[in-house]
């Protein structure tokens, strides 16, 4: 069985408002259907009262608090949120969330954070620098023919060097040949969309907006449409729209990121999800 290897760096972002600031630790890679913990260090310097920290999640990752620090944390429509009626009395102090990538997760993934505060009544915002994650360890990053993290496969050869079965080692550098070479990963990509495409009467494209470990109510999706909630895999998977090309679906999607959701198309043949 062949292990995979999670590269657990830590990222550190780091933004400056004023006299406040926002250290976000976030890993950069983490697993399918798994789940980490992260941090955020918010010095908020002379900042009372009210103040809000608001994380924009990608579409497939669930946030759950770990340490709110006596603040309010709620998870709605692809948003966490913690509000502070009356911001810890600390000058700085650190909030623990985790995340849960479910198999259905976006990658890369981007995640935009903000912190909300009152100055003289008057409401102000602070915008984080964004924080990006990528589904699995240096080595499912190569198989994705990425050009970005090309770089990093180097060092995954020399891990597989310690391994005492040379097979392996030489089973890597064709993977590696095969990354750097754009078109074979991109012809393989356009023959799948195209089997699709033309395959038999019976497939239909639908519009996902949210996944949840409970099943919502369909009146949290206004102006959505008519939304389905079905169970997948234990996620309560949200879609919309019913469509027999790819081009109708996306173009409804666009409609709906217009509405303040995120969503990407999933298929169907006969009925039943095949993606």
Same mark, same amino acid.
């Given at each position: 069985?062949?292990?995979?290897?999670?590269?657990?760096?830590?990222?550190?972002?780091?933004?400056?408002?004023?006299?406040?600031?926002?250290?976000?630790?976030?890993?950069?890679?983490?697993?399918?259907?798994?789940?980490?913990?992260?941090?955020?260090?918010?010095?908020?310097?002379?900042?009372?009262?009210?103040?809000?920290?608001?994380?924009?999640?990608?579409?497939?990752?669930?946030?759950?608090?770990?340490?709110?620090?006596?603040?309010?944390?709620?998870?709605?429509?692809?948003?966490?949120?913690?509000?502070?009626?009356?911001?810890?009395?600390?000058?700085?102090?650190?909030?623990?969330?985790?995340?849960?990538?479910?198999?259905?997760?976006?990658?890369?993934?981007?995640?935009?954070?903000?912190?909300?505060?009152?100055?003289?009544?008057?409401?102000?915002?602070?915008?984080?620098?964004?924080?990006?994650?990528?589904?699995?360890?240096? &080595?499912?990053?190569?198989?994705?023919?990425?050009?970005?993290?090309?770089?990093?496969?180097?060092?995954?050869?020399?891990? &597989?060097?310690?391994?005492?079965?040379?097979?392996?080692?030489?089973?890597?550098?064709?993977?590696?040949?095969? &990354?750097?070479?754009?078109?074979?990963?991109?012809?393989?990509?356009?023959?799948?969309? &195209?089997?699709?495409?033309?395959?038999?009467?019976?497939?239909?494209?639908?519009?996902?907006?949210?996944?949840?470990?409970?099943?919502?109510?369909?009146?949290?999706?206004?102006?959505?449409?008519?939304?389905?909630?079905?169970?997948?895999?234990?996620?309560?998977?949200?879609?919309?729209?019913?469509?027999?090309?790819?081009?109708?679906?996306?173009?409804?999607?666009?409609?709906?990121?217009?509405?303040?959701?995120?969503?990407?198309?999933?298929?169907?043949?006969?009925?039943?999800?095949?993606?």
């Amino acid at each position: 069985m062949k292990k995979i290897l999670t590269f657990f760096a830590l990222s550190s972002f780091y933004t400056v408002f004023s006299q406040i600031t926002i250290n976000a630790n976030f890993p950069s890679n983490i697993n399918s259907a798994s789940s980490v913990e992260a941090d955020v260090k918010i010095v908020k310097g002379s900042v009372g009262n009210f103040a809000k920290y608001q994380l924009d999640v990608p579409s497939g990752y669930i946030i759950s608090v770990v340490d709110a620090k006596n603040g309010n944390f709620t998870f709605e429509n692809q948003r966490a949120k913690i509000v502070w009626v009356s911001v810890p009395s600390e000058q700085e102090f650190t909030i623990k969330l985790k995340i849960q990538a479910n198999s259905d997760a976006v990658s890369p993934a981007i995640f935009a954070q903000k912190f909300y505060y009152l100055e003289n009544n008057e409401k102000k915002e602070v915008e984080a620098a964004p924080i990006t994650i990528i589904i699995g360890g240096v &080595t499912d990053v190569a198989l994705t023919n990425t050009p970005v993290e090309t770089k990093p496969v180097e060092p995954v050869v020399t891990e &597989t060097k310690t391994t005492p079965t040379p097979t392996e080692t030489k089973t890597i550098d064709p993977v590696i040949t095969e &990354t750097k070479t754009t078109p074979v990963v991109a012809k393989s990509v356009e023959t799948k969309t &195209t089997i699709t495409s033309s395959d038999e009467s019976g497939v239909t494209f639908k519009v996902q907006i949210g996944a949840y470990s409970s099943q919502p109510s369909k009146s949290k999706f206004p102006g959505a449409g008519n939304v389905s909630i079905d169970l997948i895999n234990g996620m309560y998977k949200v879609t919309t729209g019913n469509f027999k090309t790819k081009e109708e679906a996306i173009k409804y999607r666009d409609e709906l990121q217009s509405k303040g959701y995120s969503g990407f198309i999933t298929r169907y043949k006969d009925g039943v999800r095949i993606n």
